[in-house]
């Protein structure tokens, strides 16, 4: 399926989409190795293309710091690959039937295969990293980003699984949670980009500080399209953080608003701890309770704040000011977005 590209009036942008979306496709072609079992899924999760917005941050932070973004690719591509290992692990976790408008892995093959697959896909994610014209001594540095990176990632999934059964979770350990799953993943693309291209570690800093901020507006984003998105544009099955209880913003609010209505209060720790349900049901009646609280808007506003936070570590870099804005039309397309 051909990757939809974005921003044509703006050609950096485009040129680099192009190469990310060729060099993923010349990865597949050769991923043709036995047993078939192994490779199949990865040739089909990274067919269904995604945003691969990844890698096209690593390459826009290249860019930003003058420098030479085909040096960048193969460390982009393998953000890219280690972004796909993580939905297909994710989706397991999350018990999720639907990624990218398809079934996911673990649910069109079993789950063996897709813990199998998304290992694969990991060591790939390095492999691609390691075969990079990166010199040596920055491709160490961009490792070890990557690698804090990834461990956090882990920490962070770990804790959205606490989360679920928790019964008292407050935003500020929510939005910790999802820095951790979410945004340092955005803010660590952005770092090695920028790490490659020649930053001092100053800006290195500051350009990870944008990335954790609009990955934590992401995040809200994600979960706020989780309820109100067209099921078939997300291309994620819709409701499934209020199926799985998930502590997302939308229901710690709704939580906390409630302390002074006790009948809302109940009702929707009636839903929460429901030993059995009608999905559609539950789905209706907590969407209903967001209503009643309006946590939708101010989950929004809390997304702006973020999003305002982040482009202000941008605006500290002593960089061009048009290549700048190059980065803030992507991460404002990611933002008001409905996929
Ligand atoms: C999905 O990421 C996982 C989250 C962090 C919310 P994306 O929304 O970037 O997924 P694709 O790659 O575009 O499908
Ligand atoms: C995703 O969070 C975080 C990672 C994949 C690491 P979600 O579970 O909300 O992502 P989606 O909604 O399934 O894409
Ligand atoms: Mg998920
Ligand atoms: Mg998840
Ligand atoms: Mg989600």
């Known amino acids: 399926m051909p990757i939809p590209?974005?921003?044509?009036?703006?050609?950096?942008?485009?040129?680099?989409?192009?190469?990310?979306?060729?060099?993923?496709?010349?990865?597949?072609?050769?991923?043709?190795?036995?047993?078939?079992?192994?490779?199949?899924?990865l040739r089909y999760?990274?067919?269904?293309?995604?945003?691969?917005?990844?890698?096209?941050?690593?390459?826009?932070?290249?860019?930003?710091?003058?420098?030479?973004?085909?040096?960048?690719?193969?460390p982009a591509l393998g953000i890219e690959l280690f972004h796909n290992f993580s939905l297909i692990h994710d989706d397991i976790l999350?018990?999720?039937?639907?990624?990218?408008?398809?079934?996911t892995i673990h649910q069109k093959w079993n789950r063996n295969i897709a813990i199998l697959s998304g290992d694969a896909l990991l060591v790939k994610a390095y492999e691609l990293i390691c075969n990079s014209s990166v010199p040596s001594e920055r491709k160490i540095e961009i490792l070890k980003v990557f690698n804090q990176v990834a461990l956090l990632v882990c920490e962070g999934q770990q804790l959205d699984m606490n989360y679920e059964k928790a019964s008292v979770i407050i935003i500020s350990q929510y939005i910790k949670m999802i820095e951790l799953k979410t945004a340092v993943?955005?803010?660590?693309?952005?770092?090695?980009?920028?790490?490659?291209?020649?930053?001092?570690?100053?800006?290195?800093?500051?350009?990870?500080?944008?990335?954790?901020?609009?990955?934590?507006?992401?995040?809200?984003?994600?979960?706020?399209?989780?309820v109100y998105a067209n099921e078939e544009k997300f291309g994620k099955q819709k409701g499934g953080d209020i199926i799985a209880n998930k502590k997302t913003?939308?229901?710690?609010?709704?939580?906390?608003?409630?302390?002074?209505?006790?009948?809302?209060?109940?009702?929707?720790?009636?839903?929460?701890?429901?030993?059995?349900?009608?999905?559609?049901?539950?789905?209706?009646?907590?969407?209903?309770?967001?209503?009643?609280?309006?946590?939708?808007?101010?989950?929004?506003?809390?997304?702006?704040?973020?999003?305002?936070?982040?482009?202000?570590?941008?605006n500290q870099l002593p960089v061009n000011a048009q290549k700048k804005e190059n980065l803030i039309s992507l991460v404002e397309s990611l933002i008001v977005r409905e996929v």
């Open 94 to 103: 999350d018990d999720a039937p639907l990624r990218r408008n398809k079934p």
């Open 5 to 41: 590209v974005i921003f044509s009036e703006v050609n950096s942008i485009q040129q680099y989409q192009v190469q990310i979306n060729n060099g993923i496709e010349k990865f597949c072609s050769e991923l043709n190795g036995r047993p078939v079992e192994l490779y199949e899924p």
């Open 45 to 74: 999760t990274l067919s269904l293309g995604g945003k691969r917005m990844r890698p096209l941050l690593t390459m826009l932070a290249c860019d930003l710091f003058d420098g030479d973004a085909a040096i960048a690719l193969n």
């Open 185 to 226: 993943l955005l803010a660590g693309s952005l770092k090695i980009g920028a790490l490659i291209g020649g930053a001092k570690e100053e800006d290195a800093k500051n350009i990870y500080e944008f990335g954790k901020n609009i990955g934590i507006a992401f995040q809200l984003q994600d979960d706020i399209l989780d």
């Open 249 to 314: 913003f939308l229901l710690l609010k709704a939580l906390e608003l409630s302390g002074h209505n006790a009948y809302k209060k109940e009702e929707l720790q009636q839903w929460i701890y429901a030993p059995q349900f009608d999905a559609k049901h539950k789905i209706e009646a907590v969407t209903a309770i967001y209503e009643f609280f309006n946590v939708k808007k101010i989950a929004e506003d809390e997304m702006m704040n973020y999003y305002k936070k982040g482009l202000s570590f941008l």
